[in-house]
């Protein structure tokens, strides 16, 4: 029997890159089994802002902040009334963010309508479906081939990466596992750029050429940024295998440019999300690579353009990586390349004995990642 005191109820629908925070009701709880998000009983008194940041820290341990009121709504279960609240959140300390909180996870926005809510929840899910620009599925983002064959690989990137609309991600994560050697690894990323040059050609008369090609240990976290780079062009990053944990994260700047009315080139100079408010910004099209694997050899794409939208130059995207452990004992190795869009014939601004360097050499620049003349390379 229904009872007829309304519960008033404070919900913590709290995100970080896309993902929100997710946990299942407990087998003595009513709902048992189903999905949740942090949140509970407002205390006599209580705003319900106040009692979703109370509930949230004591059921997952994480601090908050509440941005706003998302959905308030009424609804009659079997068992209860309940006056529900649901608040959009963030970590109070973004840059402290652990992969799980005392059973609550990090769910993309993209499954969330997988998971099994209660029916009141049903709303608020389809409604942060709508507020993201960036639900990709898995296998737009993450390729795993069965073979290693150059060919099909880079087919499969240049659909993904070498976007001309909003159809396809603009970056893509191939993972290759980690029976490869790193020569072989540099070696299989120039194959597959080549690939991807005579695909480029088909499609649009240019071929593609290396601007530059380099192998950093990275362990310094980043903003959303571009790398400096023609206005078409592209990154291919290689990771390799290593204990360094990190993040790494994608946001649709373009996309976003478009919803404003202006040039990607005008986003930058206007919302740089180097600054607080552009990062905000950029929030609901922004991707973390949530199956970025750090023990295996990967081949990282990302569309690094800042072309108009004029429905047949790249469209780019902004990228940056989260160092969760840096450890100067260890390395975190990126094969890092610059590739752009070039009549056929051009030769590559990278001289071919520098490329054979970067596929063979062991030497891994330490630090100034973005200095390239700093003489501190170590074996
Ligand atoms: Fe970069």
Redesign the pocket.
């Known amino acids: 029997m229904t009872s007829s005191v309304v519960k008033r109820i404070g919900i913590a629908i709290v995100e970080q890159s896309g993902t929100y925070l997710v946990g299942t009701r407990g087998p003595d709880s009513p709902l048992a089994g189903y999905a949740e998000f942090p949140g509970g009983k407002c205390l006599a008194d209580e705003e319900p802002a106040t009692c979703a940041m109370r509930e949230c820290f004591e059921e997952t341990g994480l601090a908050i902040t509440v941005e706003r009121l998302l959905l308030r709504r009424d609804f009659t279960y079997s068992h209860a009334r309940v006056d529900l609240h649901f608040f959009l959140c963030h970590p109070a300390e973004p840059s402290q963010i652990e992969t799980e909180y005392n059973g609550y996870r990090w769910v993309p926005v993209n499954e969330l309508p997988s998971l099994k809510f209660p029916e009141a929840n049903e709303l608020v899910v389809h409604l942060l479906k709508q507020m993201s620009f960036c639900q990709w599925t898995r296998d737009q983002v993450y390729l795993v081939p069965t073979t290693v064959n150059p060919t099909e690989i880079a087919a499969q990137i240049y659909s993904r990466v070498c976007r001309t609309d909003f159809t396809e991600p603009g970056f893509c994560v191939v993972n290759l596992g980690s029976s490869l050697s790193s020569v072989e690894f540099r070696q299989l990323m120039v194959d597959i750029t080549r690939q991807m040059a005579i695909v480029h050609q088909r499609q649009t008369g240019k071929t593609l050429i290396y601007i530059s090609a380099g192998r950093f240990d990275q362990q310094t976290t ?1 903003r959303p ?3 400096g780079g023609p206005e078409e062009s592209l ?1 291919m ?1 290689g990771y390799e295998p290593t204990r360094v944990q990190s993040e790494v994260e994608i946001s649709d700047y373009t996309q976003c440019a478009q919803h404003l009315g202006i040039s990607p080139t005008e986003f930058m100079a206007q919302h740089n999300p180097m600054f607080h408010a552009g990062f905000e910004l950029l929030r609901p099209y922004s991707y973390r690579l949530n199956e970025f694997d750090v023990a295996a050899y990967q081949i990282v794409v990302i569309n ?1 353009s800042s072309a108009p939208i004029d429905g047949k130059s790249w469209l780019g995207v902004l ?3 989260t160092i969760l452990t840096p450890d100067e004992s260890q390395r975190r190795v990126i094969n ?1 390349t610059m590739i752009a869009p070039a009549l056929p014939g051009t030769p590559d601004v990278v001289p071919a004995k520098e490329l054979e360097e970067f596929i063979q050499t062991s030497l891994v620049r330490r630090k100034g ?2 200095k390239p003349y700093l003489e501190d390379d170590v074996n």
């Open positions: 980043t940024h571009l790398d990154l990053l690094n990228h940056t990586a890092s990642y973005d």
